[in-house]
Nanobody, 119 residues
């Protein structure tokens, strides 16, 4: 079992920055991928970014490429999402998720953290 806890959400003005963190516990994440997803009101959950734990390969949604950066801290068992140049359309609940590379599925999910971009 993997437990995931997100933190760092809040209210920020357009053009501002936020850093989200995902703390993982329960097991080491070797051979896992960890991703960030988001869900805006009235919309389906969408993929934002992911990183493979062992090698650190990253992948981003086109909508956030160049503005968001995902990174991991192996020693702390944490994954961060640095979000810059935020737009109103980035407003959503952001979720951290993890899953083994062998299945390609995200099996574990955090509770989510709210990000609101508004002036």
């Amino acid at each position: 079992q993997v437990q995931l806890v997100e933190s760092g959400g809040g209210l920020v003005q357009p053009g501002g920055s936020l850093r989200l963190s995902c703390a993982a516990s329960g097991r080491t994440l070797t051979m896992y991928r960890v991703g960030w997803f988001r869900q805006a009101p009235g919309k389906e959950r969408e993929f934002v970014a992911r990183i493979t734990w062992s090698v650190g390969n990253t992948l981003y949604a086109d909508s956030v490429k160049g503005r968001f950066t995902i990174s991991r801290d192996n020693a702390k068992n944490m994954v961060d999402l640095q979000m810059n140049s935020l737009k109103s359309e980035d407003t959503a609940v952001y979720y951290c998720a993890a899953g083994p590379l062998t299945t390609g599925q995200y099996e574990y999910w955090g509770q989510g953290t709210q990000v609101t971009v508004s002036s």
